[in-house]
């Protein structure tokens, strides 16, 4: 029952419940609780090294504990994401007596978490089409930059002979001065 509040998960629940200790399900629903591990077990006693040991060696513990520890840094970042899009108030004070209060935004955690997202969820190059093939649009883009150049190629080209051959025409055409 203590795991119910852990995890949303009833089937990871009732499998902890039947293979933990009552001291780990303790320890477990303090660390929902806490969302910090020494303090959960330093508040029943448990020493970090029985913490790991029981981690290391119980499955059913590690899971839930994942589980935990899966489940603050995802209310981690939610509040980062808060702090990003509204601020932080911060007072304003003038000869020691507060006056007004302004809202401080972090470009640097800004930039930090985009940098955390795109590195773990990288823009994708090529997407799987309706036929299940996969188009890499960097290559689409490098075929048309090819084809783009070949042509400005042959244009050059035509445009030279196009030269030429007016050259050509003109000096046939001028008047000789051998008469």
Same mark, same amino acid.
């Given at each position: 029952?203590?795991?119910?509040?852990?995890? @949303?998960?009833?089937?990871? %629940?009732?499998?902890?419940? =039947?293979?933990?200790?009552?001291?780990?399900?303790? !320890?477990?629903?303090? !660390?929902?609780?806490?969302?910090?591990?020494?303090?959960?077990?330093?508040?029943?006693?448990?020493?970090?090294?029985?913490?790991?040991?029981?981690?290391?060696?119980? /499955?059913?513990?590690?899971? #839930?504990?994942?589980?935990?520890? @899966?489940?603050?840094?995802?209310?981690? =970042?939610?509040?980062?994401?808060?702090?990003?899009?509204?601020?932080v108030r911060k007072p304003? !004070?003038?000869?020691?007596?507060?006056?007004?209060?302004? $809202?401080?935004?972090?470009?640097?955690?800004?930039?930090?978490?985009?940098?955390?997202?795109?590195?773990?969820?990288? #823009? /994708?190059?090529?997407?799987?089409?309706?036929?299940?093939?996969?188009?890499?649009? $960097?290559?689409?883009?490098?075929?048309?930059?090819?084809?783009?150049?070949?042509?400005?190629?042959?244009?050059?080209?035509? %445009?030279? %002979?196009?030269?030429?051959?007016?050259?050509?025409?003109?000096? @046939?055409?001028? /008047?000789?001065?051998?008469?």
């Open positions: 029952m203590a795991v119910e509040t852990v995890s @949303d998960d009833a089937d990871v %629940a009732a499998d902890a419940a =039947e293979l933990l200790t009552s001291q780990q399900l303790a !320890f477990l629903t303090l !660390f929902g609780k806490y969302a910090d591990p020494y303090r959960a077990g330093q508040t029943l006693g448990i020493a970090a090294e029985t913490l790991r040991h029981w981690r290391d060696t119980c /499955p059913a513990f590690a899971k #839930v504990w994942a589980e935990i520890r @899966d489940t603050e840094y995802e209310r981690l =970042e939610f509040a980062l994401l808060k702090r990003l899009r509204l601020g304003v !004070f003038y000869q020691g007596s507060k006056i007004a209060s302004v $809202r401080e935004f972090s470009d640097s955690l800004g930039a930090k978490m985009l940098h955390e997202y795109r590195e773990y969820n990288p #823009v /994708p190059h090529g997407s799987s089409n309706k036929d299940g093939s996969d188009t890499n649009y $960097r290559d689409l883009v490098e075929q048309k930059l090819a084809g783009i150049r070949q042509r400005l190629t042959e244009t050059k080209m035509m %445009a030279e %002979a196009h030269e030429e051959a007016i050259g050509a025409d003109e000096a @046939d055409n001028s /008047p000789s001065m051998d008469a």
